[in-house]
């Protein structure tokens, strides 16, 4: 158990409907990953937070996506205008490079599914 | 292109026995790699690092072997068991970008 809570675990939507999942870090993780798997690949890389600032964005995260850290708590990742390409595993991951960037690992939650039908 | 390749089929060995998996990539000049495993349905769980400049770590019964002119690290699990079944993800950090890129993972299957 890494500790960090993701909010819904499932959810299943109708195409073009909304949707907002919720990540709740360790407080001390200072970075925050946004990370998307679909079966039988790896997790894709979507977005990171340095505590509130969004430093980098994936070209996998179209304008339907937005990602907040508000505070450098927790994180939410809204999708719009959901697609069914959209569906996938959405995982959370804070990290705490003490040591440099890479060096710390990342602390996967258990992730929210998302089907859109 | 940059790739990441780790052996799409399924790895079965018998209880007991050494398994051994491989992670190739093109393309990148990883300044560190991790090694993750990922149970169905849950989230990837934090194995092993490895810097570039480091050619083997080893923690209980894993070692990861890091080999930056083959541009290959090997996963190796001693003494197997059927709870270390599940799938393994390789991940590289590379100075182009400030996140892991993973590759998509083997699937080990120990027999009792």
């Known amino acids: 158990d890494t500790g960090v809570s993701q909010d819904p675990r499932h959810k299943i939507t109708k195409r073009g409907q909304n949707v907002t999942f919720r990540c709740d870090p360790i407080?001390?993780?200072?970075?925050l990953y946004w990370y998307r798997q679909t079966l039988g690949q790896g997790p894709e890389f979507l977005t990171y937070?340095?505590?509130?600032?969004?430093l980098e964005k994936s070209r996998l995260l179209s304008d339907r996506f937005s990602a907040e850290r508000p505070k450098g708590s927790f994180s939410t990742l809204e999708i719009q205008r959901t697609e069914q390409g959209d569906s996938a595993m959405y995982l959370c991951a804070p990290s705490l490079d003490s040591g440099g960037w890479g060096t710390g690992e990342l602390f996967f939650g258990e992730g929210s599914r998302l089907t859109v039908l | 292109s940059q790739k990441i390749e780790q052996n799409s089929e399924a790895l079965n060995i018998q209880e007991g026995k050494t398994a051994t998996l491989t992670c190739n990539y093109t393309?990148?000049?990883?300044?560190?790699l991790q090694w993750y495993r990922q149970d169905p349905g849950r989230g990837p769980v934090f194995l092993l690092l490895i810097r570039e400049n480091e050619k083997e770590k080893r923690k209980e019964r894993l070692k990861v072997t890091f080999d930056t002119t083959l541009k290959q690290s090997l996963f190796h699990i001693t003494a197997s068991q059927p709870a270390d079944s599940a799938t393994y993800l390789c991940?590289?950090?590379?100075?182009?970008?400030?996140?892991?890129?993973f590759g998509s993972g083997t699937r080990l299957q120990v027999q009792p």
């Open positions: 937070f340095q505590n509130e600032a969004q």
């Open positions: 991940a590289l950090f590379h100075t182009g970008r400030r996140a892991l890129t």
């Open positions: 407080s001390e993780h200072n970075r």
């Open positions: 393309n990148y000049s990883p300044a560190y």
